[in-house]
T-cell receptor
Framework: DGGITQSPKYLFRKEGQNVTLSCEQN?????MYWYRQDPGQGLRLIYY???????QKGDIAEGYSVSREKKESFPLTVTSAQKNPTAFYLC??????????FGPGTRLTVT | DAKTTQPTSMDCAEGRAANLPCNHS???????VYWYRQIHSQGPQYIIH???NNETNEMASLIITEDRKSSTLILPHATLRDTAVYYC????????????FGAGTRLFVKA
């Protein structure tokens, strides 16, 4: 059963801690993306990667970091430098930058 | 910068057609119209896309005006499970990282 998985679904952290969100896909897609969504808002692009070992900043990359060591995986680290980390985080993948397929999301709460 | 304008919310009776409009008056010649939807607390789901011809698939129909400045997504027989936020997006075919998700239209399907 092909798709995108994100884990965990809910994540709680204390302020000042870094946290890494997992995103894995078995669709053999080249491109992967991370978005952030705040309540009642649309999605904002954090980082994207169009090929292994390469990634680009999106519109709101400050306070976040990513890696793309494998085609299947694109983990996102929310660092302590991110001022308002509490949000719904969505990962997506696409073949040759065509239609994007989204994972179920991770809801991060930082207190 | 949002390239599309959509109504904030719409209602539809179950079993009736839902017609969701979108204005994209600044669309470029190489940009496609994409529609996604997001059911509460889930990742967005791709619905349909088109360039200038009308398109239909198992989920919906997309009607694009001749001048390409607006489009309408049609759900022919709306069900309660179609209640979601619907996003209209314009972007080049190979440009997933240029996908801008605005606030979308909240569609409420009522019994």
């Amino acid at each position: 059963d092909g798709g995108i998985t994100q884990s965990p679904k809910y994540l709680f952290r204390k302020e000042g801690q870094n946290v890494t969100l997992s995103c894995e896909q078995n669709l053999n897609h080249d491109a992967m993306y991370w978005y952030r969504q705040d309540p009642g808002q649309g999605l904002r692009l954090i980082y994207y990667s169009q090929i292994v070992n390469d990634f680009q900043k999106g519109d709101i990359a400050e306070g976040y970091s990513v890696s793309r060591e494998k085609k299947e995986s694109f983990p996102l680290t929310v660092t302590s430098a991110q001022k308002n980390p509490t949000a719904f985080y969505l990962c997506a993948s696409a073949s040759s930058s065509y239609e994007q397929y989204f994972g179920p999301g991770t809801r991060l709460t930082v207190t | 910068d949002a390239k599309t304008t959509q109504p904030t919310s719409m209602d539809c009776a179950e079993g009736r057609a839902a017609n969701l409009p979108c204005n994209h008056s600044t669309i470029s010649g190489n940009e496609y119209v994409y529609w996604y939807r997001q059911i509460h607390s889930q990742g967005p789901q791709y619905i349909i896309h088109g360039l200038k011809n009308n398109e239909t698939n198992e989920m919906a129909s997309l009607i694009i005006t001749e001048d390409r400045k607006s489009s309408t997504l049609i759900l022919p027989h709306a069900t309660l499970r179609d209640t979601a936020v619907y996003y209209c997006i314009v972007r080049p075919r190979t440009g997933g990282f240029k996908t801008i998700f605005g606030a979308g239209t909240r569609l409420f399907v009522k019994a």
